[in-house]
């Protein structure tokens, strides 16, 4: 522990429960705040490709590129946003939310111009309640659900490597069963972050930095994003 969490702690002991409890409701406001910004800039994103038929074929290309992206900037990011300037944690957020626009904003324009907007719309709501339920939960709770988060990762690595062989298997039926598997490990993953992100304030670690507010959306914004594309892939596949 380092002496400016040591003094937030010593301070800390001294607040009240209002005070406290007003404190980190801004924190995660900030939080929610950036994320929701976040999901803002990607259906821009997605916008942009529903109406731009040639950045939409270039942007199909490069699917590869963003998706190596997104999995490399989900394991580097975290530490670039804590090790370095505020301007740093920024680059490296919207780093991330480009490249998750790159990545699912043609695949929100092929449903749209293919007139299945309904399904774009159903996904995003489905997935917001999902989103909302579990991330209370995980706020609420008094539960630890620290534990958990080696047998996410296991699971996390595991459904990585199926989809990247489907890749290859282009199997629909094991795409559905993919994306059954991703909404319900991405709802634990979701109330475990929630808690992860509100412990940062109750611990006193960079609780009202900037960064720290970053981070928690940064962890979050993948959560629903990846949430929201596998609902969509669900509602796609069961249509067909």
Request: with cysteine; glycine share 10%; hydrophobic share 55%.
């Amino acid at each position: 522990m380092n002496e400016t969490d040591r003094l937030y702690r010593a301070e800390s002991g001294t607040l009240s429960g209002a005070t406290y409890d007003e404190g980190l409701r801004k924190y995660m406001l900030g939080v929610y705040n950036y994320m929701a910004m976040g999901i803002a800039a990607t259906a821009l994103v997605g916008l942009f490709f529903m109406t731009n038929e040639a950045a939409l074929r270039f942007a199909l290309n490069l699917r590869m590129i963003p998706f190596i992206g997104v999995i490399a900037l989900g394991f580097i990011a975290p530490r670039l946003i804590f090790s370095g300037s505020a301007g740093l944690a920024h680059a490296a957020y919207w780093a991330y939310v480009a490249l998750w626009g790159l990545l699912i904003g043609p695949v929100v324009g092929i449903y749209t111009n293919a007139g299945l907007g309904l399904d774009v719309i159903k996904a995003f709501f489905i997935a917001t309640s999902i989103f909302a339920s579990m991330s209370l939960f995980g706020y609420t709770t008094k539960k630890d659900l620290s534990g958990w988060g080696r047998f996410l990762f296991m699971i996390g690595i595991g459904l990585l490597v199926a989809l990247v062989v489907n890749i290859f298997l282009a199997s629909s039926m094991f795409s559905f069963l993919i994306s059954c598997g991703v909404v319900v490990f991405i709802s634990a993953v979701t109330a475990f972050q929630t808690q992860m992100i509100k412990s940062l304030y109750s611990e006193g670690a960079s609780s009202h930095n900037q960064r720290a507010s970053i981070f928690g959306a940064f962890a979050l914004y993948g959560s629903f994003v990846t949430l929201f594309i596998h609902i969509l892939n669900i509602l796609g596949l069961a249509r067909d």
